[in-house]
């Protein structure tokens, strides 16, 4: 079975993650046509990190996703860098991602209605992400709260995500997951 999904490479920029199958570390990457940008794991020779895993453990070793597809480029910078500083993929702990900038979303807000647009009006947190709430308690960023219930934060991320093809898992939607507003950042840290 191909383990790489097909993509016309004239319809826009493409978000891929990268997932090491032993060490569960992951890369994401944006490119038109992601096959050509990976070259069975030749792209990424300039990644030193990245570079000696693939050779330590084989290409084949790695699960290879298309996230998004048919973005604008701009769309494709924004949410590449949201996946990142979520699921800290920045840190040799957790992934390969080496250059990473945070994202703050009162500047820039992706959606195509008002309340897409809201999700986002809430400035990021620099690296640590922005909190969330779940069963009504206040984590600091979503790493935490994927420690504490055991999930993974990709799942969660994308999940919040209202752009993301992937949904919340219900159990998570009825216990109330969200992102947390100012007003319970501010007080929670005052």
């Known amino acids: 079975m191909n383990q790489y999904l097909v993509y016309d490479e004239e319809q826009g920029y493409s978000i891929y993650k990268h997932t090491n199958l032993q060490t569960g570390k992951v890369y994401y990457g944006i490119a038109q046509s992601p096959l050509d940008r990976w070259n069975e794991g030749s792209g990424y020779i300039s990644n030193a990190l990245f570079w000696k895993d693939i050779v330590a453990y084989g290409w084949r070793n ?29 840190l040799p702990e957790n992934g390969y991602n080496q ?6 979303f009162e500047e820039i807000c992706v959606g195509e209605n008002e309340n897409d647009i809201d999700v986002y009006r809430v400035k990021r947190r ?5 909190p969330v709430i779940y069963q009504e308690k206040y984590y600091p960023n979503i790493k935490t709260l994927a420690e504490a219930i055991d999930e993974d934060m990709t799942i969660i991320s994308q999940g919040l995500n209202p752009n ?27």
């Open 126 to 130: 620099g690296r640590n992400g922005q």
């Open 99 to 104: 250059n990473f900038r945070t994202i703050d």
């Open 62 to 90: 790695f699960k290879h996703e298309i996230i998004f597809k048919n973005l604008r480029k701009e769309e494709a910078i924004i949410l590449e860098g949201l996946l990142i500083q979520e699921t800290q993929s920045y």
């Open 164 to 190: 993301c093809t992937r949904k919340l898992p219900k159990y998570l939607l009825d216990n109330g997951l969200r992102y947390a507003t100012e007003e319970e950042i501010e007080m929670e840290n005052t």
